[in-house]
């Protein structure tokens, strides 16, 4: 089935779409009034779809048997909040058989896309990861997922997504490696299946999300240069400070459609390069990535605490101080005032 004319045309025009994160109570289990909170949150900062059960949500709400619950969760909330179209993807992963009974249940809760996540198939070759794929997308149109191997990607090369982006229900790829080369690996399969008009390009590297966004990438195909722009972002790092993300792609959007890219806007990449720094937990491999973002939400008072489903999962030493940091030097970066005028709204 193709995504309905409405969503094609969000995706199309460039969207900012969080990844989703889980609201928790402390005893771990899932909070649906916060959950609910968030997905409010996200839409009346202006995001134009929303990206759940993704690995900002935690791939391991699976085995906590959470996955139909968060997802149904915030399938209704937009349904009943938003009055307008929405996007909303829903994370796939595991082999085979577990990620098309994944797009099954996202498809029969109102999902328009599966963000189709391949670290189940560590091992597998290059024909088998299509075959994977295309089973898949036999189920719901498909966004690949290009998730840095820190976090558990597959290392995936031209190929792969020449091969990937050939696939017929394959709507958009989030560009997530957090490597140049490997970025340019998947623009360089798109353009060479032929498919930049039709596989939209949306980044999910949270370390140069400005310069992916204003970047003119160009290959060469057939001896004619090609270009390819990101349409939006589907970030972890846009699960925080939404409302200033929107404004930042409309800035962009604006921008380039003037064809001039001042100063100003290429100094904000170095700064907002920083955010996610502490954010995502560098210094420490990202082991707290999920968990920083949570500190954020807490702080806003959208989450009650920064609690993942692996106790062993939390902050680690020294990135509370960074995130302190951060948010005292980026501050303009921020939605603080306007979360704090809605919040009791949004928690009703």
Known sequence: MPLPTAIAEILRAGAVIPAHPLALDARRRLDPRRQRALTRYYLDAGAGGLAVGVHATQFAIREAGLLEPVLRNAAATAADWAGRPVALIAGLSGRTEQALAEARLAAGLGYHAGLLSLGAMKGSDTAALIEHCAAVAAEMPLVGFYLQPAVGGLPLGVEFWTRFAALDNVVAVKVAPFNRYRTLDVVRGVVEAGAEERVLL?????????????????????????????????????????????????????????????????????????????????????????????????????????????????????????????????????????VAANLSRWLD
């Open 202 to 338: 949306y980044t999910g590297n949270d370390d140069h999300i400005l310069l992916d966004l204003v970047t003119p990438f160009t290959v060469m195909r057939a001896g004619k240069p090609v270009g390819v722009r990101f349409r939006g972002g589907l970030l972890g790092h846009w699960s925080v400070w939404v409302k200033g993300a929107v404004a930042l792609l409309e800035r962009c959007r604006g921008a380039v459609r003037a064809g001039r890219i001042d100063a100003d806007l290429l100094a904000l990449d170095s700064r907002i390069t920083d955010c996610n720094a502490a954010f995502f937990d560098v210094a420490n491999d990202f082991r707290g990535c999920i968990a920083g973002c949570h500190e954020v939400l807490r702080r806003q008072g959208l989450l009650e605490g920064i609690w993942c489903l692996d106790p062993a999962e939390g902050l680690s030493p020294g990135q509370k101080e960074e995130i302190d940091r951060v948010c005292r030097q980026h501050g303009d970066l921020a939605d603080d005032a306007f």
